[in-house]
């Protein structure tokens, strides 16, 4: 079955730090790149930060040095460490994933074929 299942949102105060998880079926995790995803009100869904084809990662400029993208193959999971967040970080974050094939990074969310439910963070100023 193919699934990604977020959690770990909530509500933080600005400067705050949030951790969320993804848990993907082994399909797709083994199968394809992931990475996270946000959108905020009235914003277009954008890319926060994903695993290139070789295991390095890339980080939207305005999460970097901020934010950490990290898994834990042996549980078929991916994370994001966040911190020092902003009242502009506010967003549903998505974990979401792509086919292995000859891109070697995008934070295009138009390369992305699955997509879990989301999870709401809120940071208040």
């Known amino acids: 079955q193919v699934q990604l299942v977020e959690s770990g949102g909530g509500s933080v105060p600005s400067g705050g730090s949030l951790s969320l998880s993804c848990a993907a079926s082994?399909?797709?995790?083994?199968?394809?790149?992931m990475g996270w995803f946000r959108q905020a009100p009235g914003k277009e869904l954008e890319g926060v930060a994903v695993?290139?084809?070789?295991?390095?990662?890339r980080y939207a400029d305005s999460v970097k040095g901020r934010v950490t993208i990290s898994r834990d193959n042996s549980k078929n999971t991916l994370y994001l460490r966040m911190n020092s967040l902003k009242s502009e970080d506010t967003a549903i974050y998505y974990c979401?994933?792509?086919?292995?094939?000859?891109?070697?990074?995008?934070?295009?969310?138009?390369?992305?074929?699955?997509w879990g439910q989301g999870t709401q963070v809120t940071v208040s100023s």
């Open positions: 082994g399909y797709l995790y083994s199968k394809h790149y």
């Open positions: 695993f290139n084809s070789d295991g390095s990662t």
């Open positions: 979401a994933a792509r086919s292995r094939g000859v891109i070697h990074s995008t934070l295009s969310p138009a390369r992305y074929t699955y």
